[in-house]
C-alpha cells in the first residue's frame, strides 16, 4: 500500500505565503514524477508545479515566479512553497506522485487526499 499524505494547508491573508508539504510512505522502490494540483468545485483538476526525480521542474503560467516546488528524495517529500498568494490561489490542492512499487512493474499513478487552501482578500 502506498500513501501520500499532505499537509500545510489553512488560511491566510492576501499576499502571504504558505508552504504545503507531502511524504509518500509504503512499498516505493523509486518515484518519478512529484507535484501539485489545484482543483476547485465545479472546475477541473489543474497541474499546479510538478518536479522529476532529478529535479526538472514546470509551472503553471499563473503560479510562475510566486510558487517554488522542491523535493527530498531521501524521505520521498515535495513540497510547495506559495509566497505572494492571490484570493484565485484558493482552492483545494492535492499531491501527486507517479510511484514504481516493484522493480517487475512500472510506475502508476498516486494522490493525497487534499489539502485546503484559502487566501483572504
Known amino acids: 500500500q502506498v500513501q501520500l499524505v499532505e499537509s500545510g494547508g489553512g488560511l491566510v491573508q492576501a499576499g502571504g505565503s504558505l508552504r504545503l508539504s507531502c511524504a509518500a510512505s509504503g512499498t516505493i522502490v523509486s518515484i518519478n514524477v512529484m507535484g501539485w494540483y489545484r482543483q476547485a468545485p465545479g472546475k477541473e483538476r489543474e497541474l499546479v508545479a510538478s518536479i522529476t526525480s532529478g529535479g526538472s521542474t514546470n509551472y503553471a503560467e499563473s503560479v510562475k515566479g510566486r510558487f517554488t516546488i522542491s523535493r527530498d528524495n531521501a524521505k520521498n517529500t515535495v513540497y510547495l512553497q506559495m509566497s505572494s498568494l492571490k484570493a484565485e490561489d484558493t482552492d483545494v490542492y492535492y499531491c501527486?506522485?507517479?510511484?514504481?512499487?516493484?522493480?517487475?512493474?512500472?510506475?502508476?499513478?498516486?494522490w493525497g487526499q487534499g489539502t485546503q487552501v484559502t487566501v483572504s482578500s
Open positions: 501527486y506522485a507517479e510511484i514504481q512499487r516493484y522493480t517487475w512493474r512500472g510506475s502508476y499513478p498516486y
